[in-house]
């Protein structure tokens, strides 16, 4: 069992920043992928990025290319997304998610955390 666990949600004005963790515990020796995605209300769940333990690759969607950052402290079993440029649009529930194979698909994914809630204001 691996349990996720976020932090690091709130309120931001457009244009401002924040910075979201992800603190994995449990059997985390055979995961290969920890992501993030997101809910907004009225929309089914989006996918944000993801990040490679061993190797450390990114791979963004295309609505967070260039804005968002996912890095990872392997000694922490953290990982982070920091989002700067935000917009109102980016206001949603952000789930972090971990899978034992490279996937960006939210079906993929074996262990996700509760989410933290991100509200961008205009």
């Known amino acids: 069992q691996v349990q996720l666990v976020e932090s690091g949600g709130g309120s931001v004005q457009a244009g401002g920043s924040l910075r979201l963790s992800c603190a994995a515990s449990?059997?985390?020796?055979?995961?290969?992928?920890m992501g993030w995605f997101r809910q907004a209300p009225g929309k089914e769940r989006e996918f944000v990025g993801t990040i490679t333990w061993s190797g450390g690759s990114t791979y963004y969607g295309d609505s967070v290319k260039g804005r968002f950052t996912i890095s990872r402290d392997n000694a922490k079993n953290t990982v982070y997304l920091q989002m700067n440029s935000l917009k109102p649009e980016d206001t949603a529930v952000y789930y972090c998610?971990?899978?034992?194979?490279?996937?960006?698909?939210?079906?993929?994914?074996?262990?996700w955390g509760k989410g933290t809630l991100v509200t961008v204001s205009s």
């Open positions: 998610a971990a899978a034992m194979r490279n996937s960006r698909y939210s079906n993929d994914m074996d262990y």
């Open positions: 449990g059997r985390t020796f055979r995961m290969y992928v």
